[in-house]
């Protein structure tokens, strides 16, 4: 009988992968797409996972399992974590206001933008612009913050990847280092992470992004890097979530329970720390996130009661690659939302 179970269970995933495969080949003819990578996991293993495609659409090169993905904002959550990071090792408090980080540049600062807090800069609701404008691009992000933090604060939730920009600087203050070192040091290597890098992927076997049809291997500037700037591999990314997962279940490996469901909780719009947020009687019960550089795209969704999860990656973000999103994960989990 246990043969037999064994072999029903190797089956059914076998069948999985099959319609996994069989979707994505579909929705590549359909939509144009050079390449998708697509995982479905729970909070211990990876249960299916499917790459196909060549990494420019007018090459031979194929992705492989180990090929790293451009995943643009989904990267913000992994700053939310840092900074939750920095809070428990005391460092400073989520209601800690800019003019206490920046003590010296507070004169500089709008009076509004001054009393502006962590939370609020994770959570898009700091009242900043979406992005940076035109020479602001060339910035350091210390440089940016001053120039953001000078603009008076609108009111209410608008999507910011210069409150994240900024989030970068506090913690670049704080730890007298670059970003980029300490999510490294803090968050990538503790759980096993070491695919991760910054920008586009590099490289003569790197997966290229596209835009309107054509190969393209650049991003948007470095100081972008907190709000969306890093590439990894697909089970690298995995780590990550299976840790979100398994820490709001108070099992996780970077920050106490607590900590884990601060991120997870809406502040507003339906939107955490670095999260979307979805609840159903007042309970946090699923977590997702899009991200894109216009040239890439990738989705990461988190169901925290069924303690499972999928990620999809796209080296395109056309509308027609996009719309397949929801097909695709369908084949990789039950039931997405």
């Known amino acids: 009988m246990r043969l037999l179970i064994y072999a029903l269970v190797f089956l059914t995933d076998a069948a999985t992968a099959g319609e996994v495969a069989r979707i994505i080949a579909e929705a590549r003819i359909a939509a144009n797409i050079p390449a998708v990578g ?14 196909s495609g060549t990494t420019r659409i007018d090459g031979t090169i194929a992705v492989r399992k180990q090929s790293v993905w451009h995943i643009g904002s989904d990267a913000k959550a992994m700053t939310a974590t840092l900074m939750a990071i920095l809070v428990e ?8 206001t800019m003019e206490e980080i920046f003590p010296k540049l507070a004169n500089d600062f709008h009076p509004n933008a001054r ?17 940076p404008k035109g020479i602001q691009k060339k910035l350091s992000r210390l440089e940016v ?17 210069f409150g994240y920009i900024i989030a970068g600087a506090v ?11 300490s999510i490294q ?22 997966i290229h992004g596209h835009w309107k049809g054509k190969p393209m291997n650049h991003d948007n500037p470095p100081m972008y890097g907190p709000a969306g700037g890093l590439h990894l591999s697909l089970s690298d990314w995995v780590l990550f ?7 709001h279940h108070g099992n996780g490996k970077l920050l106490t329970q607590n900590s884990y469901q601060k991120l997870h909780t809406p502040i507003r719009s339906n939107y955490g720390l670095g999260w979307g947020v979805k609840l159903e009687n007042g309970q946090v019960v699923r977590l997702q996130h899009d991200g894109s550089n216009t040239m890439w795209y990738a989705r990461a969704q988190l169901s925290l009661i069924e303690k499972q999860g999928y990620l999809i990656t796209m080296n ?11 097909k695709i994960a369908e084949t990789l989990v039950p039931n997405p939302g």
């Open 38 to 51: 697509a995982t479905g996991f729970n909070s211990e293993k990876i249960t299916t996972f499917e790459i």
């Open 89 to 96: 090792k005391k460092l400073l408090k989520w209601e800690t």
């Open 115 to 131: 009393k502006t807090n962590i939370i609020q800069l994770l959570s898009h609701t700091a009242g900043l612009p979406a992005n």
């Open 145 to 161: 913050t001053i120039r953001g933090l000078a603009q008076k604060p609108t009111r209410g939730f608008l999507y910011s990847n």
């Open 171 to 181: 913690i670049e203050k704080l730890l007298d280092t670059t970003w980029e070192k």
């Open 185 to 206: 040091e803090y968050l990538f290597k503790p759980l096993g992470i070491k695919s991760v890098g910054f920008g586009p992927p590099k490289g003569a076997t790197a």
């Open 241 to 247: 979530c299976q840790d979100q997962i398994k820490g």
């Open 316 to 326: 395109t973000a056309g509308k027609k690659a996009v719309e397949w999103l929801p």
